[in-house]
Structure formats: C-alpha cells, structure tokens
C-alpha cells in the first residue's frame, strides 16, 4: 500500500513540473530621459493567478538594486513592467525572472544615448 501512495505522489510532482515553463523571451527597453526601465516578460500562462511570473530581479553593473514580487501575471502571454532606475550611458542593467512554477530567464542591456539594444 506505501509503494502504491508513494507511486502516485511522485507522479503527481513529475505531472505538474511538465506544465511548468520558463518564461520564452525577455525584451528590454531603456529610456534615458525619464529612467524608465520596461520589461516585457513572454510567458503563456492559462491562468495568470495560479501560473505567472512571480520574481523579478533587477541588477546594474552585476549589483543587485531591486526585487519586484507578483502575485498574478498582467496578460496571459506576458507580463509588463516599468520600473524607475538610475542609470547613465554605459551601465548594464540585467533582470532574471523566475516563473511560480519553476523556470528562470536572465536578460541584460546596455544604456546607450539611443534606443539601446537587448542582448
């Protein structure tokens, strides 16, 4: 009877870590004037309360400056963020965002005097 219950939560934990996914793509934007970071954040979720991106932590220059915490997702295909970042010309600004189900994925731009470009 143990083998038989443990048979199934284990099945039930690799069922559920199948329909967990990392985010698909990051797209970052950097404006200069208003310090506007913007990231948008692809990941397809059928419900954005129970499946979403839960973390997102920001870095500049490899120091971390902030972490944003979510309990839902703004769209069901992706999650919208702006936050506001001091930065200047030259300085890296990377982000990773981890899903609630598992799953991360790391971005990072260079501020540049033009629209910057992801890399």
Not at 31 to 53: G, Q, S
Not at 66 to 89: G, R
């Amino acid at each position: 009877m143990r083998v038989i219950i443990l048979f199934l939560i284990m099945s039930l934990v690799i069922c559920a870590q199948a329909f967990a996914h990392p985010p698909s793509r990051v797209e970052l934007f950097y404006d200069l004037p208003t310090k506007m970071l913007k990231m948008e954040i692809y990941h397809f979720t059928r419900n954005v309360k129970r499946h979403h991106i839960r973390t997102v932590v920001i870095s500049k220059n490899g120091e971390k400056i902030d972490t944003l915490y979510y309990s839902k997702q703004s769209q069901n295909n992706m999650h919208v963020v702006e936050k506001e970042i001091n930065a200047v010309v030259g300085d890296r600004v990377e982000i990773k965002a981890y899903c609630s189900e598992g799953g991360t994925i790391e971005k990072s731009i260079v501020v540049e005097k033009e629209a910057p470009k992801s890399e």
